[in-house]
């Protein structure tokens, strides 16, 4: 089976480790380097986790790189509040001890899909602006990455205002650079994200397997929990592991081609990712996919099997 390279750009977040971790198990997919960005927490703090997180699972070898400390033009604004100071509500976990990479992550980004001759796909987990600025740095970037899939936007609503999901409203200007660029983008959003609920009983089975990985999933999503309290519900979304399982098992989804634009004005819209999926107008360019479901019973088992493989 031939595996496809996948470059991962995080955020990392509580839901990116998850999704970290998740991906080096699915055995479809290569991850050939990683790329840390501003997001739900100050970019030092991402390059921290994303570092720590492959020590943890033993993949070290994944060169990771850090990028963007702000948004390309819009103040920052962050997401501790929901993913703790740390970025993974507090759970603590050992520092890695990889070598310090010296590269940024666009010219690294940049050379590894050149090196691959372009056999390459990009998951980003956070705001897009490590991408927006490799693609003006290096503009021919475009024909060396055979689609990003994000998760980020929605067909329909926001969670962070009540018309942008926190990755594009984050970053909106660089979510229009993407958008525009002519790479495929396949927007995972929250139509589907939203529909991959983790519950309390899978994080206390999954903490069962008695491995570190399991450990920090307990451990890192106490307080995201008490969030989701508000729904009668304990359980956390595992929105960041969506572009990832898509890469690796299209089959799990259902995805319409569309148009998609990115509202970088409006002052009660700002962050809107607007879509032609349910309006008789379509937009002329429609290289974008939407991804609007998931089997969800299959996805959380491949999750399990993927945690419990984790020997320690
Ligand atoms: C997205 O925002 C972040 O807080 C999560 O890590 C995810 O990438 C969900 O809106
Ligand atoms: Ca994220």
């Known amino acids: 089976m031939e595996k496809l390279n996948v470059w991962i750009d995080s955020d990392c977040g509580i839901d990116d480790a998850i999704a970290i971790i998740t991906a080096c198990g699915l055995k479809e997919l290569n991850i050939v380097g990683a790329s840390a960005v501003v997001g739900n927490v100050e970019v030092d703090k991402t390059y921290r986790n994303v570092r720590n997180v492959l020590s943890l699972i033993h993949r070290e070898d994944i060169p990771v790189y850090k990028g963007a400390a702000k948004p390309i033009i819009k ?7 929901f993913h703790g100071s740390n970025g993974l509500g507090g759970a603590e976990i050992p520092e890695s001890k990889a070598k310090h990479e010296e590269k940024n992550a666009y010219d690294a980004l940049y050379e590894k899909a050149r090196e691959l001759g372009g056999n390459l796909y990009v998951a980003a987990l956070g705001p897009l602006s490590n991408l927006a600025i490799t693609i003006a740095d290096h503009p021919d970037i475009v024909n060396y990455i055979r689609a990003i899939a994000i998760m980020g936007g929605a067909v329909e609503g926001g969670n962070v205002t009540p018309c942008a999901e926190f990755n594009i409203f984050c970053d909106p200007h660089a979510a229009e650079v993407v958008f525009k660029s002519g790479i495929e983008v396949i927007m995972c959003g929250l139509d589907v994200t939203m529909q991959m609920k983790l519950g309390q009983s899978d994080i206390d089975e999954i903490y069962a397997y008695g491995n570190k990985v399991g450990d920090l999933l307990y451990t890192s ?41 990115v509202e970088t004005e409006g002052e009660i819209t700002l962050g809107k990712t607007v879509t032609d999926v349910y309006s008789d107008h379509k937009w002329e360019d429609r290289h974008c996919k939407a991804v609007m479901k998931i089997d969800h019973d299959r996805f959380i088992d491949m999750v399990k099997d993927i945690y419990r493989s984790y020997e320690e």
């Open 75 to 81: 103040p920052y604004f962050s997401a501790s509040y």
């Open 221 to 261: 999503t106490i307080t995201t929990k008490q969030f989701y309290r508000a729904e009668n519900e304990r359980m956390i979304y595992l929105h960041d592991c969506c572009p990832l399982f898509y890469l690796a098992h299209p089959e799990l989804f259902k995805a319409v081609k569309c148009g998609i634009y």
